[in-house]
């Protein structure tokens, strides 16, 4: 069991360039999620995905989007990149919704936005 | 929604035992305390989890209070791997969304040889 993987590990972008993270899982969990780390601070809900085929926002959506593309995979675009967004991006899965059961998180993709 | 603290930073000698300790003093009846750890650069890892008893696993023990307002996580023999920031989540706390895990600033742990 990889348990969550995520690609890239590092990407560097210059402003206004797009990009997909991607994140996959093979526990067969139902629920996935995206936060974002910035220095010094804890992590930021983004989007998550309860089940597949459903996605809502999180707690810092804007400038983002979402793909919940089957059971294991759940991806991560940004469309036009903005130095703001230079942060650290963790991807999550858990077996049940919500944050009452465990997550399992990914080892990050470090994204620098010049 | 409980609301943790948790102290900035705590210091343990190696093979020690590394005693953590977190309020909650707002904690309803049904919520669970969890723990949570990062090592630096790396994704958060679950440590454990509890409602009311005490609880243990491999990596840690857990001690809920009677009254459920506070909480310690035991690291009964602490490495230099286990230095990490580790927090303690009552999930729904102070978060917008039900589904985010509030990670707050937790405890910085040293382990020193």
């Not at chain 2, 900035?8 to 035992?17: K, L, N, Q, V």
């Not at chain 2, 723990?35 to 696993?57: A, D, F, V």
């Not at chain 2, 927090?87 to 405890?107: D, E, H, M, R």
Request: net charge neutral; aromatic share 10%.
């Amino acid at each position: 069991n990889a348990g969550v993987t995520q690609t890239p590990k590092f990407q560097v972008l210059k402003t206004g360039q797009s990009m997909t993270l991607q994140c996959a899982q093979d526990m067969n969990h139902n629920s996935m999620y995206w936060y974002r780390q910035d220095p010094g601070m804890g992590l930021r809900l983004i989007y998550y995905s309860a089940s597949e085929g459903t996605t809502d926002k999180g707690e810092v959506p804007n400038g983002y989007n979402v793909s919940r593309l089957n059971k294991r995979e759940f991806s991560l675009r940004l469309e036009s990149a903005a130095p703001s967004q230079t942060s650290v991006y963790f991807c999550a899965s858990s077996r049940l919704a919500g944050d009452k059961d465990t997550q399992y998180f990914g080892p990050g993709t470090r994204l620098t936005v010049l | 929604d409980a609301k943790t603290t948790q102290p900035p930073s705590m210091d343990c000698a190696e093979g020690r035992a590394a005693n953590l300790p977190c309020n909650h003093s707002t904690i309803s009846g049904n919520e669970y305390v969890y723990w949570y750890r990062q090592i630096h650069s790396q994704g958060p890892q679950y440590i454990i989890h509890g409602l009311k008893n005490n609880e243990t696993n491999e990596m840690a023990s857990l001690i809920i209070t009677e009254d459920r307002k506070s909480s310690t996580l035991i690291l009964p023999h602490a490495t230099l791997r286990d230095t990490a920031v580790y927090y303690c989540i009552v999930p729904g706390s102070n978060s917008n969304s039900g589904y985010a895990l509030n990670f707050g600033k937790g405890t910085s742990l040293l382990v020193t040889p």
